[in-house]
């Protein structure tokens, strides 16, 4: 039996949506341009870089892992550190937009990194992992999948319970108590077409799941009931 630690760099590709906030920048560049938004980065964001990896580049390191014949902890990226102002020019020239980047101020200057690449020599030699994706391969391969999520029309928040307790949620929260685990709270939104002229239709439900460990919040005479609830 071999163990085997992969360490991921900045990871991006579809199926990311749902991460909202913490989704990749390539992702919220890219969909920021699709609404006629400019991008809005740090200023000097052409030197702040990272190492952008691909999903399928991530897969095709697990797949090798699987079979690795030593135990190790091996980087997975490009090798290649790329500038944020890198991916908002590559995004701009596959979307076909030519919007102007608004620049902010960097409030993190002093405890923030403005420069990851991954040694990826290791993982090579053992795995004999080599990356397919450059960023501008990686881009072109996403960029249908942004394109489509745009369409959609979707905002996914997802709410920890700091951020449940802020907004005064402290029903869910009480509920939540019956779990060891955490308690979070998933919103979607669909903005839908812009049909001005139909009045808007809005479905609205519930569904809180967790495993009580027998505890019941209803009496038991109303147990039977507790499938009305989803």
Known sequence: LHIIGLRYFNVYGPREYFKNKTAS???????????????????????????????????????????AKENGVYNVG??????????????????????????????????????????????????????????????????????????????IKIYNEKEMKKLGLNALLGVGQGSANETYLVTIEWNGKKQTEKKPLAFVGKGVCFDTGGISLKPPKFMEEMKYDM
């Open 25 to 67: 920048m390539i992702l919220q560049f890219g969909l920021q341009l699709l609404k006629g938004e400019n991008a809005k980065l740090f200023e000097g964001s052409d030197k702040i870089k990272r190492d952008f990896i691909y999903i399928e580049d991530i897969i095709q390191a697990n797949i090798k892992a699987c079979i």
């Open 78 to 155: 490009t090798g290649i550190a790329r500038s944020f102002q890198d991916i908002v020019d590559i995004l701009q020239n596959e979307l076909g937009t030519t919007l102007a980047c608004e620049y902010i101020p960097n409030p993190f200057i002093g405890s923030y990194q403005f420069h990851t690449e991954a040694d990826i020599q290791t993982t090579k030699d053992a795995l004999g992992y080599e990356p397919s994706f450059e960023m501008e391969d990686g881009i072109k391969a996403y960029v249908s999948e942004i394109k489509k999520l745009s369409r959609l029309g979707l905002n």
